[in-house]
């Protein structure tokens, strides 16, 4: 801000005594991302089970194919499609595994378990839709613009969901508590002082005080302190808004890719080196390998805080607003994902920013892709999965509106379409375990074990394995267990060879 000239706002001040349709509003957010979790049990590649599959949904994939693939090619590989020698064959093996699955959709056969997710989502969405808090702008900023006009195309609507607690009390009853708390003497700042009128408190106080007596009285007649209000609204996001909040945005993300590409180098690196057996080799790639995944996980929190940031009280540049379509906007994507996958496939849990799920395993996965190029470019390869699902996001999610400043004497902007939103492809995996909740028709979000093609653990979230204070005897129990949901042929065997393990801890 202070390199482009930004003036500093003053920080967000708290709204005391705010009205919602004539009642008073004790606390106002936006409703956040959706996670759920869809199905328990263990899914293991090599264990076969039921599928579904949506013969309509198939044919649907089969006729968007040439799309799915040139916006894999084209937007994402940023590759030209005269330079593909082998299209037509890599198409042809695609179609043939659809039609397979179009027309046999009942299916009993190992699944593919991946994770489906949007790479860094809420900063992809920030610089999608050119969503900072300063482009926020209501009628009375677009009706005093210079650039006020249709044609100028600058106003991009977008939806977000607003929740607040208010009063049950009405207008008049809250007006008549607050003259009866005006008209109270108040207790002193310390134990010994001396009583004080109202109009001695300072704001914050008094609005504590009518907000009590309000609680107290609704409690009373309403038999309740608070009624819950979810209304859907509309924001207007200003595309010609001075872009310093997402250019330090682009700059982080942009950052992060580049220590992620140095990680993956490093990485390749380090199995190199071991097979060479050299110790002191070993120790400094081993080295690097850390000091990048510690580079590239800094920048993931900083850049996360580009959306949190703008919620935090006293924030100079605070926005429900933008805070609340970012959130929306990222529940509507993984809810597209989910109505895709859950016709092909199984979806399991869903995240924030992703999906996890069990396809066919009959379903296409990779396209290898020669081209005519050298060197490391004469080959490309395009995940399925992830290419299906990006050509729905490119399709809904595509800012057309997007507006950059060309010439700053004459103030004229260029308009582009830019859409920076993709699902990577993680996977597949070799197993994912979901347990059961204790109470009936319930599931447990955010608490499963995944693991990778060889056995180690890719994933483990929400187990006491994990947390600190938790019970040793439980930490060691996880530990000895979770290796045992790889044993056996069968679900009957992996479920006898875990409940030997359980029999036996509880016996101790």
């Known amino acids: 801000a202070f390199h482009a000239n930004i003036i ?3 920080k967000k001040q708290q709204e005391l005594n705010k ?12 409703i956040g991302g959706h996670v759920e979790a869809l199905e328990s049990g263990v899914f293991r590649s090599d264990i076969a089970c039921h599928f579904k599959v949506v013969p309509s949904a198939v044919q649907q994939l089969i006729d968007n194919i040439d799309e799915a693939l040139h916006h894999a090619i084209v937007n994402e590989e940023k590759r030209d499609m005269s330079t593909i020698l082998n299209y037509e064959e890599e198409k042809a093996k695609i179609v043939a595994q659809l039609e397979d699955l179009r027309d046999r959709p009942l299916r009993h056969e190992v699944p593919l378990i991946y994770h489906l997710d949007v790479a860094a989502m809420y900063p992809n969405i920030i610089l999608t839709n050119r969503l900072q808090p300063s482009a926020m702008v209501s009628e009375q900023t677009c009706a005093a613009c210079v650039f006020n006009s249709p044609e100028n195309d600058c106003k991009r609507h977008m939806p ?9 009390a009405s207008k008049s009853e809250y007006n008549s508590i607050r003259m009866q708390a005006e008209s109270d003497r108040h207790p002193g700042e310390n ?3 001396p009583t004080r009128v109202f ?39 200003c595309q010609r808004e001075n872009a310093f909040y997402i250019n330090t945005v682009r700059n982080f993300r942009d950052r992060r890719y580049v220590y992620k590409g140095k990680l993956k180098e490093a990485q390749k690196d380090l199995k190199a080196v071991e097979e060479g057996g050299d110790p002191a080799e070993i120790k400094r790639v081993s080295d690097l390998v850390v000091l990048y995944d510690s580079l590239q996980l800094a920048h993931k929190c900083i850049l996360n805080s580009f959306y949190g940031y703008v919620m935090r009280k006293g924030a100079r540049w605070y926005s429900m607003e933008m805070a609340g379509i970012v959130c929306l906007t990222g529940a509507n994507i993984i809810t597209k994902a989910r109505e895709i996958v859950e016709q092909l496939g199984r979806p399991l849990e869903l995240d924030t920013d992703g999906i996890w799920c069990c ?14 190029e050298s060197g490391k470019r004469s080959k490309l390869t395009v995940s399925y999965p992830g290419a299906m699902l990006n050509v729905m996001v490119n399709q809904h999610f595509t800012n057309d509106q997007y507006q950059d400043l060309e010439d700053p004497d004459t103030l004229s902007y260029k308009k582009s379409v830019v859409n920076t939103i993709f699902f990577e492809v993680d996977g597949p995996y070799k197993a994912m375990i979901l347990p059961a909740s204790k109470e009936k028709d319930k599931r447990l979000k955010k608490r499963y074990a995944v693991f990778n093609p060889d056995g180690s653990l890719a994933e483990l979230k929400g187990f006491e394995i994990k947390r600190n204070g938790e019970l040793k005897l439980i930490k060691i129990f996880q530990a000895e267990v979770f290796d045992q949901f790889l044993a056996g042929d069968s679900l009957e065997d992996v479920y006898a060879a875990v409940a030997d393990v359980a029999d036996h801890w509880l016996d101790v």
């Open 8 to 10: 500093m706002p003053n």
């Open 19 to 30: 009205m919602h349709d004539g009642h008073l509003l004790a606390s106002e957010t936006y």
């Open 160 to 168: 977000w969901a607003w929740r607040g607690d208010v009063s049950p």
């Open 191 to 193: 134990p010994n002082d």
């Open 199 to 237: 109009h001695e408190l300072d704001p914050l106080e008094q609005a504590t005080v009518v907000k009590k007596r309000l609680d107290d009285y609704s409690r009373k007649v309403y038999k309740r302190s608070k009624d819950t209000v979810v209304e859907d609204r509309t924001s207007t996001v």
């Open 359 to 372: 396809l066919p395993g009959t379903f296409p996965e990779e396209l290898h892709f020669k081209t005519s």
